[in-house]
């Protein structure tokens, strides 16, 4: 026995010794020693067997990090031309960027720029907060990763939403735009919205003294932001200060989706007198801006700025749609949080400023619209491509014996939306008496308006059944009286008759195109920049939603769906040709006619110029969001588009750069619009 | 019985992890149990083992060898695994929370901002904000290809990372142009603009926030505060010329005074923030083409009150021996980062001359050398700080004998002995070797600086350029031999050592004292910066304060030697660290300390507050009031502290509660007089009268 020991324990010089001695004391002691020494083993067995788990996890989560940490090391040891490598190893060698060549061809940084960024995509920062937002001074709340959104969420609502009644802060709580380029140039890490305009307009030798990005709060009306931050003098000190100091040279001023309308308002503002205006005098945009160069401009509004206010499900005019999903989950708290969100942009007096202008006039009437005969069904082709012509030639009879409802902005109902109009039986909802059924429901926290409703009004707004533009704001007046009340002192959404009257005077006309006239600049040019070739939210099918509980009374119908391939109608939505956010119709109906020749909006006939741009979707995923895009957003880093607003920036006028480019039937569409001018 | 519960436990405990010790027990007391209590063992799955035991145990072995080799690999990551689960552990607890725990027995002091909105202050005068050097963030917008992907990346500021990854790509885009003093072909680095300028110079290391966040407190924001950001590399003259800085800020305070309902603004600047707005002040009035054209009476309109924070009205010492050797402490945070990237035996001293190459092509550089000569900083003989006590304990102790003194007259002959017997020089800020600093003058020669003449020299260095490599070693040694440079003579050797740096700068500034203000030649911009050279703005209403911190052992003048090594690839000249001083601890590491904030001592920082400009006298014309204030330096009480609230250090003042509260009581409309005027802690006062400035 202890022989077998010996020979076994040999390999362990402890061991043979310990065995050595127990050959001399055998017995009793060789027993005790024995417990011991197993003891001690079975202890650190069962501290091995313990630890077990844990090491594993321990063992686990070190190598991941370990593998983690020697890829980012590799990833930042690697040149920085590895990427491009690569890519012009599987894709070719890249076309220069626009910055790039044009730098070739010895363009120079001339005419100071002006940057007008849109909607949501500005940074805002807070700088005076409730007790739930301490140690967030001066941090973005809107913009970045929006790390707040998800860390407190009730709190970060709070201090996003504005005041009630008067639009404003409320009280205690100040949240900002973030100022200077990086107000804008991403809006999340990677996520650019300037910031490949800015690089490549740094490459012809911009830079911050001739590169200014007029940051506002965009949640706030355009007038608003000169009451509460003077936003506007600062853009009018900013833009005197650039063409002084670039030896006079006017600005070239770019706005993007909502900017356009800013800018637009900026434009009466400071040239109105002092007390509601900037007191610029009536020559100043003729002294200090060469050309305005509006990309997707939303100048007639767009529909799905409805959608949004009416019942919160447009796709991306409200962000925060598209992040709430990953804070709260959808089946539990969906609910809430839709109304959490609708709470939050009803306070926003901007989304107001993009509800569609001009009534029936410019989006149609119940029977007919001016893009009725628009085909869904293929890609839009250049107008003097014969061979494509030729190969849909079949189609193009098939649709265009049908025309398509897009002048029913919403319809209750997929029927309701195709039938003929003397078919649908409306009942007036104007009258309707609300309801109180369910005011003291346990949701009073969220305020929507639709609590004061009741059923009687959401019956009577349904049994409308049909909403064209110009019925939608009553219906909106309806839904939401409040909101429209404020809405009603800072915007306007009327085509003026006689553009004199002394009413116009007043800035809540002047974000409105068919309300104001441009300003007496000759020499200006205006162009408006878009992409084309995306299906766009033009009109829907809703439906009252089944629940009866305190939920937001109406939903897009997503069931309604078109009978054929090629149908417009998709998920309730009947879209039409446009960027993805704004039709064609309301991005280039200004440029196509409204301001075309010298017209009652255009008095002093500033030159207009239409440039369109179709959409490529990215050829593979190295190209990121695509050098060719056409959506609303990345049509930021189309390097025509860029390569439009560089030549001009650089002193060309728009007949250098070969006046319009049009894919879509834009002019055809402007043509049916029976507007007087 | 015990035994068999023991064996059966081994038998459960799968062997596989320690196989060698466990088997071997197990063969023993199986053997020993077989005989009496067999049936038990039958039941045990340990039978199969018994059975098949030799198999068993070789098998066992090569299974134990594989993890045996995995152990270390094992163990790291075990190791790797543990932190990081407990850091993010600790991570989730401290985001966890609540934001105001406070720790027991803790008691943080109120902010001042929260203190002055209770006593119902509320922003009033907008307010201006003008970095130092150092301070501001700068940018990339165009660079050479090995700085590609950095496109509007900060390259100074920030974390630094680039200075990391490439320190000679770095080098280069922060140089400047050595004849134009303006940006290099090809490359365009530009000052960041807004608060986020200077707000953190680093993560962590606030610079302005503190006052941002205090001022937001009263209803500060964006629309009333502004950042007068500017590429701090530059001579002033050249921020107008390349960048248009100037006229920036011109129309941004216009803007800020019309907005604001026609409030006069409050200008803050900080460090060499301050000569950068005393050059403003000038500029705008002066007409258009090389001012603004503002017209006389612009200050007077727009602007309440300048308070400066740790100014460097009359520059800083440290500067000199900084564009000498590159060998001050703070002012060049490249030093400090330095010892990081670069070895300093290996490299250090390639390090240290491509610091100097690098500062040396900074134009503001040369505005911070010490201005007014010998007739402020002191001759070979005298210095106004002369008798200055900077062992603490020992001043204590003086001010306790004096006080003894005071009471008992007789020991006026012990006080005679604690007296200094020989009076540090500060009046030579550089000499070479620590018994010319102590020696009578008259055995001093000057420097003959003819027959001195750069010779270019083919070198193996010619990369880095320094001037040092032109210069004969017989010039150079005849500098160090025996000399003793005084503030006016120090500019004359540092004109001689590097010439070209000189001659470029001399363009833009001056380091006089003016004889007659109304001389035509004073009307050109170089000496816009020099207090000494203009006349304050015609602004009777303007307030100036002058804000510092005291109590901090500052450097003031250097013994110097020659460095040993005769290479090429080395700064001749070297700080002698060896210099001790035993008398009152003025001297360490071959540096003369005085009171200051650590880098600008008291004399550059309050002589014009205390004695240039108060009153009306020819260099205030109009009789602008001063103010000054002083803030006792306090080291931070505990480690929560962070960098201390009653700091007095140059840049740690900032988040000085006190000069926070006075500052944004001054911004809420308070004057001078009802901050309750000067505050004074140091001897100023009769420094300032020993200097002997016709006034």
Not at chain 1, 489 to 517: C, M, Q, R
Not at chain 2, 206 to 214: D, G, K, R, T
Not at chain 2, 275 to 296: N, T
Not at chain 2, 488 to 495: A, G, M, T, Y
């Amino acid at each position: 026995m202890s022989m077998l020991r010996r020979r076994k324990g040999s390999e362990i010089e402890k061991d043979s010794k310990l065995n050595l001695k127990e050959d001399e004391n055998l017995d009793g002691e060789d027993e005790n020693k024995r417990k011991v020494k197993e003891e001690k083993k079975k202890k650190k067995e069962e501290n091995k067997k313990k630890w077990n788990c844990f090491d594993n996890c321990c063992w686990f989560i070190g190598l991941i990090c370990s593998v983690w940490w020697f890829l980012l090391f590799l990833y930042n040891a690697m040149p920085a031309s590895f990427p491009q490598y690569v890519t012009e190893a599987i894709t070719g060698p890249l076309p220069d960027p626009p910055g790039v060549k044009l730098q070739k061809e010895g363009l120079k940084a001339k005419h100071p720029v002006v940057f007008v960024p849109g909607i949501v995509t500005g940074g805002l920062e807070l700088w005076e907060g409730h007790q739930c937002a301490d140690g967030l001074f001066r941090k973005r709340l809107w913009g970045g990763t929006f790390g707040e959104v998800y860390k407190r969420p009730l709190c970060w609502v709070e201090h996003m939403s504005l005041d009630n009644e008067t639009g404003l802060d409320p009280s205690g709580i100040r949240v900002r735009s973030v100022t200077g380029l990086v107000a804008a140039d991403y809006f999340a890490p990677g996520y650019f919205v300037w910031a490949v305009l800015i690089a490549n307009l740094a490459r012809i030798g911009y830079e911050e003294k001739t590169m200014y990005m007029a940051a506002y709060d965009w949640r706030i009306s355009f007038q608003n932001t000169e009451v509460r931050d003077q936003t506007l003098s600062r853009i009018k000190s900013n833009i005197e200060l650039m063409v002084a100091t670039n030896n006079g040279n006017k600005v070239v001023v770019i706005p993007h989706s909502m900017g356009v309308l800013y800018f637009l308002h900026f434009m009466k503002w400071v040239e109105a007198p002092a007390p509601m205006g900037g007191g610029g005098g009536s020559d100043w945009c003729a002294k200090h801006i060469k050309a305005v160069m509006n990309i997707g401009g939303p100048f007639l509004g767009v529909p799905k700025a409805v959608s949004g206010l009416f019942s919160a499900e447009a796709k991306d005019v409200a962000v925060a749609r598209a992040i709430a999903p990953g804070v709260l989950d959808k089946d539990l708290f969906r609910l809430q949080t839709l109304q959490h969100v609708m709470r939050m942009t009803r306070t926003w007096d901007s989304t107001m400023s993009m509800i569609p202008k001009g009534g029936d006039t410019i989006w149609g009437g119940l029977d007919w619209s001016p893009e009725e005969y628009y085909e869904c069904s293929h890609k839009r082709h250049k107008h003097n491509d014969t061979d494509l012509a030729a190969d849909k030639g079949t189609e193009h009879v098939d649709s265009q014996t049908k025309s398509l409802p897009y002048g029913r902005m919403i319809s209750f109902g997929k029927d309701v939306a195709e039938a003929p109009s003397s078919k649908i039986e409306r009942t007036d909802f104007r009258d309707a008496i609300k309801g109180n059924n369910y005011a003291n429901g346990s949701c009073n926290d969220v305020w929507t308006e639709y609590q004061d409703m009741g059923i009687g009004g959401i019956k009577a707004v349904a049994d409308y059944k049909v909403y064209t533009a110009g019925s939608l704001l009553d219906l909106l007046h309806f839904v939401a009286p409040k909101m429209m009340k404020r809405g009603d002192v800072h915007f306007s959404y009327g085509i003026a008759d006689d553009l004199d009257d002394p009413k116009y005077k007043h800035y809540k006309y002047w974000s409105n195109p068919l309300e104001t006239k441009l300003p007496n600049a000759p020499d200006m040019e205006i162009y408006s920049m878009y992409g084309v070739g995306i299906p766009t939210e033009r009109a829907y099918v809703y439906k009252v939603s089944a629940t009866s509980d305190c939920y937001i009374p109406f939903q897009i119908d997503t069931s309604a769906e078109g009978e054929t391939e090629g149908s417009c109608l998709k998920g309730g939505v009947f879209t039409t040709d446009g960027d993805e956010t704004v039709p064609v119709l309301s991005s280039g109906f200004m440029c196509a006619k409204g301001w075309r020749g010298q017209t009652r909006f255009n008095p002093s006939g500033i030159q207009t110029y239409i440039r369109e741009y179709d959409h490529a979707p990215p050829s593979n995923l190295l190209e990121g969001r695509g050098t060719q895009s056409g959506a609303h957003v990345d049509i930021m880093g189309n390097f025509a588009l860029i390569e439009d607003v560089i030549r001009v920036a650089a002193g060309a006028t728009g007949e250098e750069l070969g006046g319009d480019q049009v894919y879509t039937d834009i002019f055809k569409w402007s043509q049916k619009i029976d507007l007087q001018l | 019985m015990a035994s068999i519960l023991r064996f059966r436990k081994l038998c459960y405990v799968e062997p596989v992890s320690k196989p060698s010790l466990g088997f071997e027990s197990f063969e023993s007391s199986k053997t020993g149990l077989k005989e009496d209590k067999g049936s038990v063992v039958d039941d045990s799955p340990c039978v199969d083992v018994s059975l098949t035991k030799e198999v068993q145990t070789d098998k066992k072995r090569r299974r134990s060898k594989e993890p045996r080799e995995w152990r270390c690999i094992d163990s790291c990551c075990w190791m790797i695994g543990c932190l990081c689960t407990t850091w993010w552990l600790l991570l989730v607890l401290y985001h966890s929370m609540p934001m105001n725990m406070t720790l027991p027995g803790y008691q943080a002091v109120e902010s001042p901002g929260a203190k002055l909105k209770k006593e119902g202050l509320t922003a009033f005068h907008p307010v201006i904000l003008v970095p130092g050097i150092v301070t501001g963030g700068l940018e990339l917008w165009e660079g050479k290809p090995c700085a590609e992907g950095l496109f509007r990346k900060r390259l100074w500021g920030g974390s630094f990372s680039e200075l990391f990854k490439r320190p000679l790509c770095w080098l280069e885009h922060m140089s400047l142009d050595n004849e134009t003093g303006l940006d290099p072909p090809d490359i365009r680095v530009r000052a960041v603009p807004g608060l986020v300028a200077a707000d953190y110079f680093a993560p962590g290391y606030f610079v302005w926030a503190v006052i941002i966040e205090n001022l937001a407190r009263i209803g500060y924001e964006e629309k009333n505060m502004h950042m007068a950001a500017y590429d701090w590399r530059l001579s002033f003259q050249n921020t107008e010329v390349r960048d248009q800085s100037l006229s920036r800020l011109k129309s941004k305070i216009e803007l800020l005074f019309v907005n604001n309902g026609y409030k006069k603004v409050v200008v803050v600047p900080h460090s060499m923030g301050v000569a950068y707005f005393l050059h403003f002040m000038k500029w705008v009035e002066a007409p258009p083409p090389m001012g603004g054209g503002g017209g006389l009476g612009w200050c007077a309109k727009h602007i309440k009150s300048v308070m400066n924070i740790g100014p460097t009205f009359l520059g800083v010492p440290k500067v000199a021996s900084n564009l000498l050797s590159a060998e001050t402490k703070d002012i060049a945070m490249a030093r400090a980062m330095a010892p990081g990237i670069f070895d300093s035996h290996v490299l250090g001293i390639q390090t240290l001359q491509h610091v100097i190459r690098v500062s040396r092509s900074w134009d503001s550089m040369v505005s911070l050398l010490p201005k007014g000569g010998e007739t402020i900083w002191g001759n070979l003989d005298w210095s106004p700080e002369e008798g200055f006590i900077c062992d603490q304990a020992k001043k204590n102790y003086f001010q306790a004998s004096k006080h003894n003194v005071s009471q008992q007259t007789n020991t006026s002959d012990g006080k005679q002995g604690f007296r200094i017997e020989e009076p540090v020089h500060y009046g030579r800020l550089i000499s070479f070797g620590k018994e010319t600093s102590q020696l009578p003058s008259s055995e001093l020669q000057p420097f003959d600086y003819k027959g001195h003449e750069h010779i270019n020299k083919k070198s193996s260095c010619q990369e880095v350029w320094t001037e040092y490599d032109e210069m004969s070693r017989e010039s150079l040694e005849e500098i160090a031999d025996k000399k003793a440079y005084t503030a006016k003579s120090v500019i004359d050797l540092i004109r001689f050592v590097a010439p070209k740096m000189m001659h470029r700068a001399e363009g833009h500034l001056s380091y006089g004292i003016a004889e007659n203000l109304d001389d035509p030649k004073y009307s050109h911009y170089k000496y816009w910066s020099n207090p000494l050279e203009t006349k304050l703005p015609e602004a009777p209403d303007l307030e100036i304060y002058c804000l510092y911190g005291v109590g901090i052992p500052t450097e003031r003048s250097y013994v110097y030697k020659m460095s040993s090594s005769d290479n090429c690839k080395h700064v001749p000249f070297r700080i002698d660290s060896s210099a001790d001083g035993s008398d009152n601890g003025c001297l360490k590491g071959g540096v003369h300390f005085v009171d200051g904030d650590e880098s600008v001592p008291v004399i550059s920082a309050g002589f014009m507050c205390a004695k240039g400009w108060r009153g009306k006298n020819r260099f205030n014309p109009s009789g602008s009031t001063t103010y000054l204030r002083e803030y006792q330096h306090k080291p931070p009480a505990n480690y929560f502290e962070g960098r201390g609230v009653g700091s007095g250090a140059h840049v740690d003042i900032m988040g000085n509660f006190a000069l926070i509260e006075d500052v944004m009581r001054v911004a809420a409309g308070a004057t001078g007089e009802e901050l309750g005027g000067d505050k004074i802690h140091s001897d100023i006062l009769s420094m300032a009268a020993r200097i002997n400035l016709p006034l």
